[in-house]
């Protein structure tokens, strides 16, 4: 069995970092396009290149990892990030169950 997930994109925001013990986190959103698809076929723009949607991805890097990411790294810039999804659940302050996924990264390649 696996669970692996290797993403290409854009930050989509500035990569923030904090401490929770001996434990450092570093989180920040990744933002990929896909192909805007309509009845199977890839829909293209007037200039005839292909509209895509974008889809926002959250992710987690830990420790030395996530501090030179937080470092050296700003909204816009490319990254392919390789890691794992991470599913969490909780039941919220009005009893209602609610769910996040995440992907905790493993690497963090600078493109």
Same mark, same amino acid.
Do not use: C
């Given at each position: 069995?696996? $669970? %692996?997930?290797?993403?290409?994109?854009?930050?989509?925001?500035? !990569?923030?970092?904090?401490?929770? *013990? $001996?434990?450092?986190?570093?989180?920040?959103?990744?933002?990929?396009?896909? !192909?805007?698809?309509?009845? *199977? =076929?890839?829909?293209? $723009?007037?200039?005839?290149?292909?509209?895509?949607? !974008?889809?926002?991805?959250?992710?987690?890097?830990? $420790?030395? %990892?996530? +501090?030179?990411?937080? =470092?050296? =790294?700003?909204? *816009?810039?490319?990254?392919?990030? +390789?890691?794992?999804?991470?599913?969490? =659940?909780?039941?919220?302050?009005? +009893?209602?169950?609610?769910?996040?996924?995440?992907?905790?990264?493993?690497?963090? %390649?600078?493109?």
């Amino acid at each position: 069995m696996k $669970n %692996l997930v290797i993403l290409i994109g854009r930050i989509a925001s500035t !990569p923030e970092t904090r401490n929770n *013990g $001996n434990t450092s986190v570093t989180n920040f959103t990744l933002v990929t396009d896909r !192909p805007r698809i309509v009845d *199977g =076929k890839t829909v293209k $723009n007037d200039a005839g290149y292909t509209e895509t949607i !974008p889809e926002f991805h959250r992710i987690t890097v830990f $420790n030395g %990892l996530g +501090q030179t990411v937080a =470092k050296h =790294k700003a909204k *816009g810039d490319m990254v392919e990030v +390789q890691g794992r999804l991470h599913y969490s =659940k909780w039941t919220d302050k009005d +009893q209602i169950e609610r769910y996040s996924v995440e992907i905790i990264a493993e690497e963090v %390649l600078f493109l």
